[in-house]
């Protein structure tokens, strides 16, 4: 008979009964007993793991994997041992199919026997075998299932009674999970002022590691980190167990009407970063003009260099889109900041004492927008009839070019006027303010384009964008951006 081939396993667990021997005096005392039972055996390959618990409540470290049991594994599906060593079965098992798997490699390879260091053999031939070894499996799934229950028992009988239910510290409570800590209680309550205000998280968070406050772990403050726990009950006094609700022990931190408040807050947070995503529109078309040459800047998407990201830019075109010189194309802005700062300027205008005048409707403005309206609708019939006479019988014998002037000279008027009505339109925008909102509000969580163009339109006439100059760097005051922007060569032209 040749000899028997055979690998060992040893691996580092945290046996309940602390019985945990390290890996290496597992794989000597494999060596020792290969050596007592007299067999012939050839010794190919012992591997190891150092990992964790084998208990069921053990998750973290079940996650962790093995790293030189599937080496074993492969090693017998490559037919080369017939037998395993192992301290005891517990080193090998983790899950029930692991040993399963085992069985089922016993069928189609040379593998078919474990043998424990205690003497144990399970010979994967016999159907007692495998038997011995399925019902190893079961008494330690029962086993450790029995655990557990017994732990789940506990931990929903402290929930009911409104415990709270250990382990990490939570933010604004001492360890107890009790006790109060107010300096943190304050941080928690002020943190959902700001989320109903309007304040982003980015901004929030941002404020409070400039602040130095840190978190319950002593740590720097993320974004998730805060949605994390600004959407947690035990700051209303609940103890949530598995979805389900009890009154706690402990005193709530927030208001629980406040709190359903920021959790809406919480959630406009996530649906702006969305919007931010989407093709972006230009707010202020019509509204932008070029410091050097007067004309209207055009909201385009342009890089700078290859490997920049595209930034949206409001830009005076030296050609436009039929190719036609236009504007001196030496005006060019980055949208976001240049936006962000028309925006702030309308908020706090509008916010202003003086807002409840732009709403009193002036005869003068009605008279002009009637003109204004007639005027458009000249301007369009006029542009209709210059295209189908063009492509029609062509009358007056246009050439290309001059037909092209002509349509484009008639557009850009087109363009002037649709800012003109729509400025002077803006009052009936303003009338649609939801109620009980401030501009801020309303201005922070709309994509309203229109309304927004509305609310410019009602206080400023135009905003000039001059050339030039250095590029400071500019924090945004609606978002917690931060531009090569400099605000000093941008000209508010109001109209009151
Ligand atoms: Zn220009």
Redesign the pocket.
């Known amino acids: 008979m040749p000899p028997i081939r055979e690998a060992d396993y040893a691996r580092l667990s945290k046996d309940r009964r602390g019985l945990s021997e390290n890996v290496t005096i597992q794989l000597a005392e494999c060596a020792d007993t290969r050596e007592e039972s007299g067999e012939a055996i050839t010794f190919v390959a012992a591997f190891k793991d150092n990992d964790a618990s084998i208990s069921r409540f053990g998750k973290k470290n079940k996650a962790k994997s093995r790293v030189e049991y599937p080496q074993l594994l492969e090693l017998i599906r490559a037919n080369g041992i017939d037998r395993l060593r192992v301290t005891e079965l517990s080193r090998i098992y983790r899950d029930p199919s692991d040993l399963e798997e085992l069985i089922q490699l016993g069928d189609i390879t040379t593998f078919y026997s474990i043998v424990t260091t205690t003497g144990a053999v399970y010979d994967l031939r016999t159907a007692v075998g495998r038997a011995a070894l399925r019902d190893y499996v079961k008494v330690n799934a029962y086993e450790s299932d029995l655990i557990s229950e017994r732990a789940q028992r506990k931990k929903r009988s402290q929930a009911r009674q409104g415990l709270p239910n250990g382990g990490r510290r939570s933010y604004g409570y001492a360890k107890d999970g009790v006790t109060i800590v107010e300096e943190e209680a304050e941080v928690i309550r002020d943190i959902a002022a700001r989320l109903l205000k309007g304040e982003s998280i980015n901004h929030i968070v941002r404020r409070l590691n400039q602040q130095q406050v840190s978190t319950a772990e002593g740590a720097k403050w993320y974004k998730p980190t805060l949605i994390n726990m600004m959407g947690r009950k035990r700051y209303v006094g609940i103890r949530v167990h598995k979805d389900a609700e009890y009154p706690a022990i402990w005193k709530g931190i927030i208001d629980p009407v406040i709190f359903e408040r920021v959790q809406v807050a919480l959630r406009v947070d996530e649906q702006l970063k969305a919007q931010r995503s989407n093709p972006r529109k230009y707010v202020l078309a019509g509204f932008v003009f070029?410091g050097?040459?007067g004309?209207r800047l055009h909201g385009t998407v342009k890089q700078d260099r290859p490997s920049q990201p595209k930034k949206a830019r409001y830009r005076?075109l030296s050609y436009s889109a039929d190719q036609l010189p236009t504007?001196?194309?030496?005006?060019t802005r980055l949208a976001e900041p240049l936006e962000d700062l028309v925006a702030a300027a309308v908020i706090t205008r509008l916010d202003g004492d003086d807002f409840a005048t732009f709403f009193s409707d002036t005869e003068e403005d009605s008279t002009r927008l009637r003109a204004a309206l007639d005027e458009l609708q000249a301007k369009r019939q006029k542009l209709t009839e210059l295209i189908g006479d063009y492509y029609g019988d062509n009358l007056d014998q246009l050439t290309r070019e001059q037909f092209m002037l002509a349509k484009g000279a008639t557009e850009t008027s087109i363009a002037n006027l649709e800012g003109k009505v729509e400025k002077l339109s803006a009052k009936r925008g303003a009338a649609v303010l939801p109620v009980g909102q401030s501009i801020r509000e309303t201005w922070l969580n709309s994509d309203d384009l229109g309304w927004k163009r509305s609310m410019i339109g009602l206080v400023m006439d135009k905003i000039i964008v001059h050339p030039g100059g250095g590029k400071p760097r500019y924090e945004h005051q609606l978002t917690d951006a931060v531009s090569k922007f400099d605000p000093e060569q941008i000209e508010i032209i109001w109209k009151v």
């Open positions: 070029c050097a040459c004309r005076c504007g001196c194309g030496r005006v």
